[in-house]
C-alpha cells in the first residue's frame, strides 16, 4: 500500500451507534489531519496531531473523538451523531505542519 | 490571519478551451502556495506547489506563478480536456504563521465535450 488510505469507504450508521474511521499513511509522514467536507461548504478542519500529540481541535463537537495510537495511524470515532454530520470525512498526512499534505481518499458518512 | 480567496461560481467550458482559476491570499509571513483537485468520489490529490517568489509550479499541463506583488497564484491550463472536469482548490501554508494549511472554498470546473 502506498499513500494514505481510509476504511471503510462508506459507512450508514444510526444515531445510536458508535463506529471508527481508521486512517492509516505509508509516507513516513509526522503530521495528521482529520477534515470535515460537506456539501456546498468549505473544508473544515477537525483535527490535527503532529508527533501523535493532538495539536489543534477546531471546537469539534465531543461526539468525534480523535485518536492517534503512532505517527503512521489516526483514528476517528464516532457516536450518537446526527443527521448533519452527514459528509466526507478526510485524513491527511504531511512531513511537518507546514509543509504540503497528501489526502487519501475519504470516508463517505452517512447518518441516518 | 492567513486566508485564500478564489473566484466564485463554477466555471463551465468546452473541450481545448483555455483555463484560467483565480486565486488570491494574505499571509503574515512567507507561504508556500499550492493547488489541489478533487475528481468526483475522490479525496484531494496535490496537482502543483511554489515555494517562493516567482517561482512557477506545473504538472499535467496546469500552471500557476506564485506573484508576491498582486498576491495571487492564479491556475492556468491552455486546453482542457473532460478529464479535467473536477474541484480545484488553492491553498497556502505559512511558516511564519499558524504552520497549516490554510484552503480556498474551490471551484467546480466541468469541461463540456
Known amino acids: 500500500e502506498t499513500g494514505v488510505t481510509q476504511t471503510p469507504r462508506h459507512l450508514v450508521m444510526g444515531m445510536t451507534n458508535k463506529k471508527s474511521l481508521k486512517c492509516e499513511q505509508h509516507?513516513?509522514?509526522?503530521?495528521m489531519y482529520w477534515y470535515k467536507q460537506s456539501a456546498k461548504k468549505p473544508l473544515e478542519l477537525m483535527f490535527v496531531y503532529n508527533f501523535k500529540e493532538q495539536t489543534e481541535n477546531n471546537s469539534v463537537p465531543s461526539r468525534f473523538s480523535p485518536e492517534c495510537p503512532n505517527s503512521s495511524h489516526l483514528f476517528l470515532h464516532l457516536h450518537t451523531l446526527q443527521p448533519e454530520d452527514s459528509a466526507l470525512y478526510l485524513c491527511a498526512s504531511s512531513q511537518e505542519t507546514h509543509y504540503e499534505q497528501y489526502f487519501g481518499p475519504g470516508t463517505r458518512l452517512t447518518v441516518t | 490571519g492567513n486566508s485564500v480567496t478564489q473566484m466564485e461560481g463554477p466555471v463551465t467550458l468546452s473541450e481545448e478551451a483555455f483555463l484560467t482559476i483565480n486565486c488570491t491570499y494574505t499571509?503574515?509571513?512567507?507561504?508556500?502556495l499550492f493547488w489541489y483537485v478533487q475528481y468526483p468520489g475522490e479525496g484531494l490529490q496535490l496537482l502543483l506547489k511554489?515555494?517562493?517568489?516567482?517561482d512557477k509550479g506545473s504538472n499535467k499541463g496546469f500552471e500557476a506563478t506564485y506573484r508576491k506583488e498582486t498576491t495571487s497564484f492564479h491556475l492556468e491550463k491552455g486546453s482542457v480536456q473532460v478529464s479535467d472536469s473536477a474541484v480545484y482548490f488553492c491553498a497556502l501554508s505559512d511558516r511564519g504563521g499558524n504552520n497549516r494549511l490554510a484552503f480556498g472554498k474551490g471551484n467546480q470546473v466541468v469541461v463540456i465535450p
Open positions: 509516507l513516513g509522514h509526522n503530521a
Open positions: 511554489a515555494t517562493k517568489a516567482d
Open positions: 499571509a503574515t509571513g512567507y507561504p508556500s
